[in-house]
Every structure is written in structure tokens, then in C-alpha cells.
């Protein structure tokens, strides 16, 4: 089992669509990071949230981070094909070790 | 910031052979990981690669099966032993200073 759930599992959005992907876990984590993957290469680091209820914005994504530590939101503004991608989450509680989500693929049709 | 790069990027190999994986980072960083991805799919930490002392492998990872060394802190390998068909994946090297860092990945397939 997950220890970070992610949803839904797969997207296929038309472009200028919006998008929310959900994070959700029942542990405390003290920091969350989500991660976009394209084809044949690794993942790339997105954002970073340490703060309960802190929100972020990369342009035309938002990042939230549950109040209790335990969840997180990505948010998509008016999609774009260059958007497309395995979308992941990933969690810790001492940047020792990190959790990573089941993962969103995301696809957004031109 | 690190850059990683791994060799090599992608191989073909016999059930029953061996495939040694490396990874090279540009700075020395203290956390090195090994993760395994099937295509489109979430990352499965296989071990923490520790300099100077064993790895600490995950549950459901041994050290027979998947050998791994840690001469200095900007190196590291992975060995896949006695692969099987099961063993196809995408193997990734990761280092963390608060913020992960991946390298491209190594694409295994194990006829």
C-alpha cells in the first residue's frame, strides 16, 4: 500500500482546461514536494511546502499544503500540451528518506 | 543545485546476467538513493546508498540481488544480479540536500 495517495490516477484534459490533482496521506509529513516526469527522464522538482496551509504559485500552478500536514493540492490554470506528464507528490519527515505518491499522468490535448 | 548522470541510459540483457548502473554526481552530497519505476508509474526506493558503510536496503530488497557501492560522496553503483524479466524497469539515482535530485534514469530490459 501508498503511503501518499494520489488522484486521480490518469487525466486527459483538452488545452485551457483547469486541473486539480490531489496528494492525500494519514501521516504527518514534515515537508511535501511535488514532481512533474516526462518521458525518459527523472523526475524534476516542482515545489516544495513545509507549512501547514501554505499556498504556493509557479506561474499557472498552485500548490497547497493540507493544515495538518497530512495533504496536498496541485492546481493547473489553463492547461497546455506543455504541461503533460507523470505528476508525483512526494513526502518526509527528516529529508532522510522520501515517500513518493502513486502518481498522476496528466495529458493535455492540443 | 546537483546534476546527476547515470550509465547507461538504457540496456538489453539475458535472463541470468548482471548489470551494473552507475551514477555520478557534480558536488558531494551526504543522502544517495536508488529508486525503481516502472514506466508511468510511482518510485519504489530500492536502498540508501551510504558512503563508507553498507546500504540500508527497503523491505523487499536484498543486498544479494541488488549489490550496491559508495567509494566517495559524488559516486555510486547499483548491480541487478540474476535478472530476470521481472527486473525490467527504470532504475533512478537520486541525491537529497533537502531537495531531491534525479538522474535520467537507466532503462533495463531482461529478455
Known amino acids: 500500500t501508498q503511503l501518499l495517495e494520489q488522484s486521480p490516477q490518469f487525466l486527459s484534459i483538452q488545452e485551457g482546461e483547469n486541473l486539480t490533482v490531489y496528494c492525500n496521506s494519514s501521516?504527518?509529513?514534515?515537508?511535501l514536494q511535488w514532481y512533474r516526469q516526462e518521458p525518459g527522464e527523472g523526475p524534476v522538482l516542482l515545489v516544495t511546502?513545509?507549512?501547514?496551509?501554505e499556498v504556493k504559485k509557479l506561474k499557472r500552478l498552485t500548490f497547497q499544503f493540507g493544515d495538518a500536514r497530512k495533504d496536498s493540492s496541485l492546481h493547473i490554470t489553463a492547461a497546455q500540451p506543455g504541461d503533460t506528464g507523470l505528476y508525483l507528490c512526494?513526502?518526509?519527515?527528516?529529508?532522510?528518506?522520501?515517500?513518493f505518491g502513486s502518481g498522476t499522468k496528466l495529458n493535455v490535448k492540443p | 543545485s546537483a546534476v546527476i548522470s547515470q550509465k547507461p541510459s538504457r540496456d538489453i540483457c539475458q535472463r541470468g546476467t548482471s548489470l551494473t548502473i552507475q551514477c555520478q554526481v557534480d558536488?558531494?552530497?551526504?543522502?544517495m538513493f536508488w529508486y525503481r519505476q516502472q514506466p508511468g508509474q510511482s518510485l519504489t526506493l530500492i536502498a540508501t546508498?551510504?558512503?563508507?558503510?553498507?546500504?540500508?536496503?527497503e523491505s523487499g530488497f536484498v543486498i544479494d540481488k541488488f549489490p550496491i557501492s559508495r567509494p566517495n560522496l559524488t559516486f555510486s553503483t547499483l548491480t541487478v544480479s540474476n535478472m530476470s524479466p521481472e527486473d525490467s524497469s527504470i532504475y533512478l539515482c537520486?541525491?537529497?540536500?533537502?531537495?531531491?535530485?534525479f538522474g535520467p534514469g537507466t532503462r533495463l530490459l531482461v529478455l
Open positions: 537520486s541525491v537529497s540536500t533537502e531537495t531531491q535530485y
Open positions: 512526494a513526502g518526509t519527515y527528516n529529508f532522510n528518506k522520501f515517500y
Open positions: 558536488s558531494q552530497v551526504t543522502m
Open positions: 511546502v513545509v507549512t501547514g496551509g
Open positions: 501521516s504527518v509529513f514534515s515537508s
Open positions: 546508498a551510504n558512503q563508507g558503510s553498507e546500504a540500508t536496503y
